[in-house]
Nanobody
């Protein structure tokens, strides 16, 4: 059973930065892709970023491209999301997720492609 635990959320002013972490356990972390999603109140969960098993390929939603960076440390079984130049519209609960299998992220960034989810961490950006 895969377990994912996010941390690093909080309250930050617009223009600020946060780094989210997601610690994984339960299977060999280095053998599968990982993703970050977010969900704002009253909105559907949306794709933010994804990374291949070895970090060689990364993917981003257009809304965060150039501001967010996804990375992973397979020695620590952890995936990160560095968020810079934060905007009020980035306010949401952020979730890390893992697919059932696959070294590359599921195509399309749809939440249905991911089987394992963390509990989420709140990010609030004030204007």
């Amino acid at each position: 059973q895969v377990q994912l635990v996010e941390s690093g959320g909080g309250l930050v002013q617009a223009g600020g930065s946060l780094r989210l972490s997601c610690a994984a356990s339960g299977r060999t972390f280095s053998t599968y892709a990982m993703g970050w999603f977010r969900q704002a109140p009253g909105k559907e969960r949306e794709f933010v970023a994804a990374i291949s098993w070895n970090g060689g390929s990364t993917y981003y939603a257009d809304s965060v491209k150039g501001r967010f960076t996804i990375s992973r440390d397979n020695a620590k079984d952890t995936v990160y999301l560095q968020m810079n130049s934060l905007k009020p519209e980035d306010t949401a609960v952020y979730y890390c997720a893992a697919p059932l299998s696959g070294k590359n992220p599921p195509a399309g960034g749809h939440p249905a492609g991911y089987n394992y989810w963390g509990q989420g961490t709140q990010v609030t950006v004030s204007s």
